[in-house]
């Protein structure tokens, strides 16, 4: 009796478990008309041309992503090293943010942007260091994708 309740079964008792082998699913579709399976077919190209279009502008948008570390200067001899773009790459900021204080033994935090988008910021001048610990650990970044930039902060120019 496959539909008799067991104590020790599942939690609900109306529930059954139906295992198809693949002759029951050829003998199901077989069943549909000549136009259905048309349609079928036709649906599963799309699906397919789809699938492939979404893998091509995924992989644009990979050669147009660009990875932005800059180096700000906070004081006259201080500076602060602000990393952006990671996210195009699928990783996680706060794991790199962490991973960055590990590496670099300097405090490092994710903040984020007025544009909406998040930042690392790392103490201290490490933007080289940034650069070649990006290539290393993390090979999904072309090194082409990588774009050093320095802000300077600007000085006042007054004279007396």
Known sequence: MAD??????????????V??????????TASLSVDAQK?????????AAKAEAAEQKHAATL???KVYIKRVERNKRKYVT????????????????KDFGKKFATGSSVTK???????????????????EFLLDKYKEIPEDNIE????KKKKKEGGG
């Open 113 to 131: 942007l007025p544009t909406g988008g998040d930042e690392i910021v790392v103490q201290g001048d490490v933007s080289d260091e940034i650069e």
């Open 63 to 65: 050669a147009s992503s």
């Open 82 to 97: 602000a990393v952006s773009g990671l996210e195009a790459f699928g990783l996680d900021n706060k794991k790199v943010a």
């Open 148 to 151: 050093l930039i320095e802000d």
């Open 39 to 47: 349609r079928a077919a036709k649906d599963a190209q799309k699906k």
């Open 4 to 17: 008799a309740e067991h104590a020790d079964g599942p939690a609900e008792p109306q529930s059954r478990h």
């Open 19 to 28: 295992i198809y082998c693949g002759d029951a699913l050829e003998a199901a």
